[in-house]
């Protein structure tokens, strides 16, 4: 239903009806806004998550449908919030001073074991810890834990073999207790 729905939309946008493109936006903002929180930080969220629907806007007749709405929509979101880490990166404003500094001087420790990483996604503990995964890292371990991606979609969305995902999801996570781990010391 959800691509039936996606396609009548994309074809009221692409001839013309701006109304259907609001309702695209209702339908994905959140999800979009969450992965933007998740890879960029509070701070840029919002402007992230605004800045990939007007580029979707701009685009929206480029897309030939090969693959789902959703699927496309999240690569975009995801090359650009790529595409803002590098930018930080290569500024230097993203380091454990700002972090600290932000925190009040400390990591601040993570909560129980059984609470799931997507309610842990607000805390700024786990934020934390995203920002200091590299980027790839980052991007899988949201897409999978955060935003709940299977790992066919992850395939398709990445276009990477389901070994890959298996492999990079690993990493990631492993990363990410590691991590929590110094940053609790």
């Known amino acids: 239903m959800a691509e039936g729905f996606d396609s009548a939309l994309?074809?009221?946008?692409k001839n013309g009806e701006t109304g259907a493109f609001a309702s695209l936006v209702k339908?994905?903002?959140?999800?979009?806004?969450?992965?933007?929180l998740s890879m960029v930080g509070p701070a840029?969220?919002?402007?992230?998550?605004?800045?990939?629907?007007?580029s979707i806007y701009q685009s929206i007749r480029k897309f030939e449908e090969r693959s789902q709405f959703s699927t496309w929509l999240y690569r975009v979101a995801a090359n650009h919030c790529l595409n803002l880490l590098a930018k930080r990166k290569r500024e230097k404003t993203d380091s454990l001073d700002l972090i600290l500094k932000h925190t009040g001087g400390q990591l601040p420790e993570l909560t129980s074991a059984d609470v799931t990483l997507a309610r842990l996604a607000e805390k700024e503990s786990v934020r934390s810890i995203l920002g200091k995964m590299a980027e790839e890292e980052r991007l899988i371990l949201c897409l999978r834990e955060i935003e709940g991606f299977s790992y066919q979609e992850l395939t398709?969305?990445?276009?990477?073999?389901?070994?890959l995902v298996k492999v990079r999801l690993f990493r990631a996570r492993k990363s990410f207790m590691r991590i929590a781990k110094e940053s609790n010391k």
Not at 44 to 54: G, H, K, L, P, R
Not at 156 to 163: M, N, R, V
Request: hydrophobic residues 40%; contains cysteine.
């Open 27 to 36: 339908r994905y903002q959140q999800k979009v806004y969450q992965l933007c």
């Open 10 to 13: 994309l074809e009221k946008i």
């Open 156 to 163: 398709e969305l990445l276009d990477i073999s389901l070994d």
């Open 44 to 54: 840029e969220a919002e402007d992230a998550a605004q800045s990939i629907f007007i």
